[in-house]
């Protein structure tokens, strides 16, 4: 795959995640990613403020997780974005189990209202198009979360992404932000 461009290279991942989804009876997908992996848990602190992302339909869900940390007594964020060409920021998410304090932005992605809560997670769940075991992350394309991650180095930075999604090599650039690790329904990539 290192031979495709990075546009063409994002839309063959695109493809495969999708079909790899649609693959998945409902009834196990509603089962993969309900509980974070106890190595995960374990690295943790019990009054980390943790980002998560609202995940589109082709996504790895991260809401479960938001749930479990929310319910453990972490405070949660969600990214937020003024405008389409404003920077990424991170504001309250009060409710993981609902989405009473959420709206569109400008990407057409659920958000926290302008008026939520600025906070810098310690510890954050990143959506991903492609991934290896190197920890490399290829994104929608924005550098959002590179910007994000080299300006506010969390204790931890977890991809969270389908089996399908692990590619051997990724073409990378100097300004692209490796994770501490990525999990997926069967395994935990990095030193947890």
Known sequence: MSDLSKSELRKSLR???RAHVE????????????????P???RISQDAVIGFYHAGPWEAPAGAYARFFHEAGHTITLPHFAARDANMTFRLYDDPH???????GPF????????????????????LLGFTPALERLGQGGGHYDRWLA???PK???????DAQACDALPTEPHDVALDAVVTPTRIYGNL
């Open 15 to 17: 493809a495969a995640r």
């Open 23 to 38: 693959a998945l009876p409902p009834s196990i997908r509603g089962l993969l990613f309900h509980r974070p992996p106890a």
């Open 40 to 42: 995960l848990l374990a």
């Open 98 to 104: 609902g989405e009473s304090d959420l709206d569109v």
């Open 108 to 127: 057409g992605m659920l958000q926290p209202l302008a008026a939520a809560e600025p906070l810098i997670p310690d510890v954050l769940f990143v959506p």
């Open 151 to 153: 300006e506010h180095p």
């Open 156 to 162: 931890l930075a977890i991809g969270m992404a389908w």
